[in-house]
């Protein structure tokens, strides 16, 4: 999968400049009235990189992360994460705020730091996820909001513990590439951050009494990394 060490410059040199045109193509216009007059360009114009593609969009797996955070006993933020997930996405960074996902996770993949003897399975048994009765997390969007350039905000339907309930996540694009040799097929990448209490979901076991911290905390902190791939690259 490592390309030869001298065409590494030039591979990664390409994969900026097309990330970069793939960004300008989903912001929003700048007002003509106040921008400042054009600099004419020094030297010859460049050709123009191919935006990245509308279409149908499907997960790279081994560039995504799911993770999320819990305050245990107001000391730490205690940190996991799932193995397990998948997700499609329909895209037209000429119109985001008709973008849709549908994400998976399938919560019986929990990884957790250096657990205890049997406390994974605690956590993925009747008290906590209870994941053989609800073997699957699932998140559908129902909302896009452009809030700013290449950031929106996501209002999707989010089932966990069996209990269906709207949640946000603040997401940002991070940039694309409509494909080359070397990766034939168009190329995006997201960030997403959102919060939400998980007694909302029926999982209440351990939430501290008001006013303490002697427990885990209601509210989960959820961080989303993700690449997808999509439209064959056209020459």
């Keep these: 999968m490592t390309a030869p060490t001298r065409r590494r410059p030039f591979r990664l040199a ?9 960004l300008a193509a989903c912001s929003p216009p700048a007002d003509r009235e106040a921008a400042p007059p054009a600099t004419p360009a020094a030297g010859p114009a460049q050709p123009a990189m191919p935006q990245v593609p509308a279409g149908d969009y499907t997960l790279d797996k ?22 397990a997930f998948d997700a499609k996405l329909k ?36 008290s906590w996820f209870d994941a053989a ?12 909001e452009v ?3 290449n950031k929106a905000k996501m209002t999707g339907d ?16 991070n940039g694309g590439y409509a494909g080359f040799d070397m990766d034939p097929h168009a190329r995006i990448g997201f960030s997403a951050h959102g919060v939400f209490k998980r007694s909302h979901f029926g999982m209440g076991f351990g939430v ?25 690259w056209v020459k």
């Design 62 to 83: 081994s560039h995504s992360t799911v993770v999320f955070k819990v305050g245990h006993l107001g000391f730490s933020q205690y940190t996991a994460q799932f193995a």
């Design 147 to 149: 809030t700013g350039a």
């Design 91 to 126: 895209f037209d960074p000429a119109n985001p705020a008709a973008a849709s996902i549908e994400a998976t996770i399938d919560p019986r993949s929990l990884v957790i730091p250096s657990p205890p003897a049997g406390f994974r399975d605690e956590l993925t048994g009747p």
């Design 14 to 22: 390409l994969m900026a400049v097309a990330a970069a045109a793939a």
């Design 158 to 173: 989010l089932t966990l513990h069996g209990v269906t309930k709207p949640v946000v996540l603040e997401a940002t694009f």
């Design 133 to 144: 009765k609800y073997p699957a997390i699932t998140f559908r969007s129902t909302k896009i």
């Design 208 to 232: 501290p009494a008001p006013g303490t911290t002697m427990g885990v905390s209601d509210a989960v902190d959820v961080r989303i990394e993700t690449e997808f791939s999509g439209p064959a």
